[in-house]
């Protein structure tokens, strides 16, 4: 990671670019500027998988930043694209090549695959797996003068890895600037059991787990698509975050086969509380809530 001398005070903020999954996070770096990550850009148009017989939906809400020209007039150079699933509600073509060849992306294997079959990148790095303890600062997917690290945290037991998470981890000086704390954010936008969020070693402080509200389910898929605020709290207890921001809640608007069949269950963070036998003022839970186009700093 970064030493002392190259890192700031300043803290990071998360900025919602539209009511789903799109997220722009600011890292505080040298110099009193950001380091720019894009996460999971879906600002324009329709996404469709497979087909639109078979899947498509629309924003139901304008996103707030509806291009990437939108996004770096008012927030900055976009410096680093994380993607965490293959599907195009993730990894939107449209909104991605409107980004310069030469951004730096790092994906996961099969969102990596489908990425370089655009030829629009000139490159693509593979997101490497997290399997917990300390080896993940021998990481070098990214170029060192990249001041982040960003890994996959996965469920060995979901084949698909569809309940999986990012972990993107990054330095932050204290206020003299004579000591280093690694600070981590976890975006699960689908949800991940707590098991594996428990194997983060103490070196890492997580800040915020970004983690959806709405149970969504499918009759003929095994299990739960998004898990829902019910799993968020037991995924929050289970890492230690110090907030948890819903994302991937936006109910909205579709067609095609999957989307008839598509249930949701809205769940409120004070039902998920009561169930649980906790209240807000429960050290674990400090949610917060980020509109479309809506941002917050964490201190």
């Known amino acids: 990671m ?4 190259e890192c700031s005070s300043q803290r990071p903020i998360l900025h919602h670019l539209n009511a789903d999954t799109s997220w722009l996070l600011q ?11 894009l996460i999971d850009p879906w600002l324009t148009g329709s996404q469709s998988d497979v087909a639109p017989w078979f899947s498509r939906q629309w924003h139901s809400h304008k996103p707030a930043y509806d291009s990437i020209n939108a996004v770096e007039v008012k927030l900055g150079k976009v410096d680093l694209v ?14 991605l090549v409107q980004l310069p060849k030469a951004t730096k992306i790092i994906a996961p294997n099969k969102a990596k695959g489908v990425i370089q079959k655009w030829k629009h990148f000139e490159s693509v790095e593979d997101m490497p797996l997290f399997y917990g303890g300390d080896e993940w600062q021998q ?6 003068e990249i001041p982040v690290k960003v890994l996959r945290v996965v469920n060995e037991s979901d084949a698909l890895y569809y309940h999986s998470a990012i972990l993107v981890t990054f330095p932050i000086c204290d206020t003299a600037g004579s000591s280093t704390t690694v600070e981590g954010i976890i975006y699960t936008p689908h949800g991940i ?31 739960q698509l998004n898990l829902g605020a019910h799993n968020a709290l037991k995924a929050l207890k289970g890492c ?5 921001v819903g994302t991937h809640d936006e109910v909205k608007n579709g067609g095609g086969f999957v989307w008839w069949f598509l249930r949701r269950k809205v769940i409120t963070v004070k039902e998920a509380l009561e169930k649980a036998g906790m209240n807000n003022e429960d050290k674990y839970v400090k949610c917060l809530e980020v509109g479309n186009g809506g941002y917050v700093t964490l201190a």
């Not at 890292?27 to 990550?37: A, D, Q």
């Not at 990481?139 to 060192?144: F, I, K, N």
């Not at 059991?193 to 898929?221: N, Q």
């Not at 230690?240 to 948890?244: D, L, S």
Request: charged share 15%; proline share 13%.
């Open 193 to 223: 059991l707590p098991a594996p969020l428990g194997s983060l070693p103490p070196t890492i402080k997580p800040l915020a787990l970004l983690h959806g509200l709405h149970d969504v389910s499918l009759p003929f898929f095994p299990g």
């Open 82 to 95: 994380v993607i965490s699933h293959e599907f195009t509600d993730h990894c939107h073509r449209e909104t």
């Open 27 to 37: 890292i505080p770096s040298k110099h009193n500027s950001f380091y720019n990550i």
């Open 2 to 5: 970064s030493s002392a001398a």
């Open 240 to 244: 230690g975050a110090k907030y948890w």
């Open 139 to 144: 990481d070098t997917s990214l170029p060192a």
